[in-house]
């Protein structure tokens, strides 16, 4: 059972280069979550998703957009990459509510 | 601004000694977890705890939560040097309303357990 999986691991854009990060859960859950880690911050929410074809905005969804055209799919795009974007991304699901959520190992980008 | 902040943001114990850590929100939540971050790695969910619980273990593990404080205490009992990680505390809102299925993390406790 493969739980969470992104891709990809690491990756280095130019500054306004484009990049999707792909989130692929095999545990059929309904929620799915993209988060940013920097240094001091925690984990910040991007956009979050309580079932296939729906999205929402977390707390930080500037410069991302989002999809989720399959349940077991969760996109993360970056139209024009941005120096600031910098950070490892963390995806997550969950099977509803007041569930645990399960996480990936992370893609770690740089932007330069 | 993020919902949930950790207190301390670093602590560093001994082998065998506790650690206490806390963790204060915002606003009115259903539940909140505690999860366990390696470094470099993904999160790993360790407790969850509702808001009409008040206490709640799973082996050296003690969560408390005060609804009408708005706070959270993880309780890690007979430290080990593995137990080094970072934590954080998560809260779920409500059904319903804008904040439905959101999930957000505060900033984490650094803990180091020396041997």
């Known amino acids: 059972n493969a739980g969470v999986t992104q891709t990809p691991k690491f990756r280095v854009l130019k500054t306004g280069q484009s990049m999707t990060l792909l989130c692929a859960q095999d545990?059929?859950?309904?929620?799915m979550y993209w988060y940013r880690q920097d240094p001091g911050m925690g984990l910040r929410l991007i956009h979050y998703?309580?079932?296939?074809?729906?999205?929402a905005k977390g707390e930080v969804p500037d410069g991302y957009n989002v999809s989720r055209l399959k349940k077991q799919n969760f996109l993360l795009g970056l139209e024009s990459a941005a120096p600031s974007q910098t950070s490892v991304y963390f995806c997550?699901?969950?099977?509803?509510?007041?569930?645990?959520?399960?996480f990936g190992q992370g893609t770690r980008l740089t932007v330069v | 601004s993020q919902q949930g902040e950790e207190d301390p943001q670093a602590l560093s114990i001994q082998e065998g000694e506790n650690a206490t850590m806390n963790c204060s929100y915002k606003?009115?939540?259903?539940?909140l977890q505690w999860y366990r971050q390696n470094s470099g790695r993904g999160l790993v969910h360790l407790i969850l705890?509702?808001?009409?619980?008040r206490e709640k273990h799973s082996g050296r593990l003690r969560v408390t939560l005060d609804t009408s404080k708005k706070s959270s205490s993880l309780l890690i009992t007979a430290s080990r040097a593995a137990d080094t990680a970072s934590y954080f505390c998560?809260?779920?809102?409500?059904?319903?309303?804008?904040?439905?299925?959101?999930?957000?993390f505060g900033q984490g406790t650094i803990l180091t357990v020396h041997p």
């Open positions: 997550a699901s969950s099977s509803g509510w007041g569930t645990e959520a399960f």
């Open positions: 705890i509702r808001s009409n619980e």
């Open positions: 606003t009115s939540i259903n539940n």
């Open positions: 998703s309580v079932g296939e074809g729906t999205t």
């Open positions: 545990m059929n859950h309904e929620y």
């Open positions: 998560a809260t779920g809102f409500n059904a319903g309303g804008t904040s439905y299925g959101k999930l957000t």
